[in-house]
């Protein structure tokens, strides 16, 4: 990825992002990453703090965006000989990114650009299976200030305690994230996740009530056409 891509891609929305949690930790990519290397704004109070704080960031986005272009490379087609900047297998993929991701979290933990690290640190495990590692990234980044990225682990971290047989932990942050939205996780969007968890549970008529009440109050988005679509499914 190019450093005038990377600068088109700093000035889009993630406001559109709209999905379910039980397969974000596989989807979403390039949603999350429009949003995640977007620009962030710093008061640092004296001259010499701010020098220091923009070489550092500096450094922690480029670091971060290798990451992120090694997240997005791509996968090479059966048969075809080895390319380089081209995996064999996701895994492969998600094992090189993954190194690159805790390594800037480890860094430069303290500036934004390690926090999203830490975000897709957690991802990254969850997609190797190993959980344990995913949920302690994942948490580190749920605490952090800005409620956007938080939201997003909180989204993340949700459907690996679904994953993992822990249900009601999930339904906690879902009903967390829907009282309490933001730009990236809408409360729909929480609600369409914990309508799914329901439905898989056998709670069909809690999921029922959910997806009329989503259908309801986005009569014209994303969120409510598939809460739509579920209720005529299950009609």
């Known amino acids: 990825m190019d450093t005038k891509t990377r600068h088109s891609l700093k000035q889009d929305s993630f406001a559109q992002a709209t999905a379910?949690?039980?397969?974000?930790l596989s989807g979403h990519r390039s949603g999350v990453v429009r949003w995640v290397i977007a620009a962030v704004v710093v008061v640092v109070a004296g001259a010499a703090s701010?020098?220091?704080?923009?070489?550092?960031?500096?450094?922690?986005?480029?670091?971060?965006?290798?990451?992120?272009d090694v997240y997005n490379a791509p996968l090479a087609m059966p048969?075809?000989?080895?390319?380089?900047?081209?995996?064999?297998?996701?895994?492969?993929?998600?094992?090189?990114?993954?190194?690159?991701?805790?390594?800037?979290?480890?860094?430069?933990?303290w500036l934004a650009e390690g926090a999203k690290a830490h975000y897709f640190a957690g991802v990254t495990y969850a997609e190797l299976n190993q959980t344990a590692q995913a949920e302690t990234e994942l948490k580190t980044a749920a605490g952090s200030w800005d409620r956007n990225?938080?939201?997003?682990?909180?989204?993340?971290?949700?459907?690996?305690?679904?994953q993992t047989d822990r249900d009601a932990q999930a339904i906690d942050l879902y009903n967390a994230l829907a009282s309490k939205p933001s730009e990236t996780v809408p409360a729909t969007m929480a609600q369409l996740d914990l309508a799914d968890l329901y439905a898989g549970?056998?709670?069909?008529?809690?999921?029922?009530t959910l997806w009329a009440k989503i259908k309801d109050a986005d009569k014209?988005?994303?969120?409510?056409?598939?809460?739509?679509?579920?209720?005529?499914?299950k009609e």
Not at 149 to 162: D, E, I, V
């Open 20 to 24: 379910s949690s039980m397969s974000w």
């Open 50 to 68: 701010l020098v220091y704080w923009n070489w550092d960031s500096n450094k922690a986005d480029s670091a971060l965006g290798a990451a992120l």
């Open 79 to 109: 048969g075809a000989p080895p390319t380089s900047g081209v995996y064999g297998t996701a895994g492969d993929r998600s094992k090189a990114a993954n190194q690159q991701f805790v390594a800037v979290a480890q860094q430069y933990g």
């Open 149 to 162: 990225l938080a939201n997003l682990s909180k989204l993340a971290l949700a459907g690996l305690y679904h």
């Open 201 to 208: 549970e056998g709670k069909t008529d809690q999921a029922r």
């Open 220 to 233: 014209d988005g994303m969120a409510g056409s598939i809460a739509a679509q579920k209720l005529g499914a």
